[in-house]
């Protein structure tokens, strides 16, 4: 990332970022906040002049590739772009820990960004403070890992 934006054209993308989350991480025998790679081995960038971008990452010496088709570049679709806007800010594209109770087997998260989304957890880990969530992205569904603090079990 950092050497796409000193060597890419500032003008060829609007943002440039690898998203994240907060997850909790026991260092030292202290819970800290830290952050983790959303999708490693991804950097997303936002454009408008997709040739152009093209043409400059050819330039980054480092190893990049395009999501193509057949050498046809394939953008990212209206609902993996709303996803990544729902659960992350422009400022940082971090996913904030959420925080929620479990009734029976009903997970409810009462605040956060998996607020309204409490659908998409497929499996929480409450020792390592982790949900995983099955979504669609990249034309294939992924289970993603995001932080969440389960407070109280009824």
């Avoid at 950097?43 to 990049?64: I, K």
């Avoid at 020792?127 to 969440?148: E, N, P, Q, S």
């Amino acid at each position: 990332m950092s050497l796409i934006k000193k060597i890419v054209d500032s003008t060829a993308y609007e943002e440039c970022f690898i998203p994240q989350y907060e997850a909790m991480k026991k260092l030292k025998g202290q819970w800290r906040k830290c952050t983790e790679i959303l999708f490693p081995g991804y950097l997303f960038l936002v454009t408008n002049h997709t040739n152009r971008l093209a043409q400059e990452l050819h330039n980054v010496p480092a190893f990049t590739k395009l999501l193509s088709n057949g050498g046809q570049f394939i953008p990212l679709n209206a609902d993996e772009i709303a996803w990544i806007s729902a659960f992350t800010r422009r400022e940082s594209r971090i996913i904030e820990m959420s925080e929620g109770i479990i009734e029976g087997d009903k997970v409810i998260i009462l605040k956060g960004p998996l607020t309204s989304h409490s659908g998409l957890i497929r499996k929480i880990d409450r020792h390592k403070r982790i949900a995983y969530l099955d979504i669609g992205m990249f034309g294939r569904t992924m289970t993603v890992k995001v932080g969440v603090e389960i407070v109280r079990k009824r």
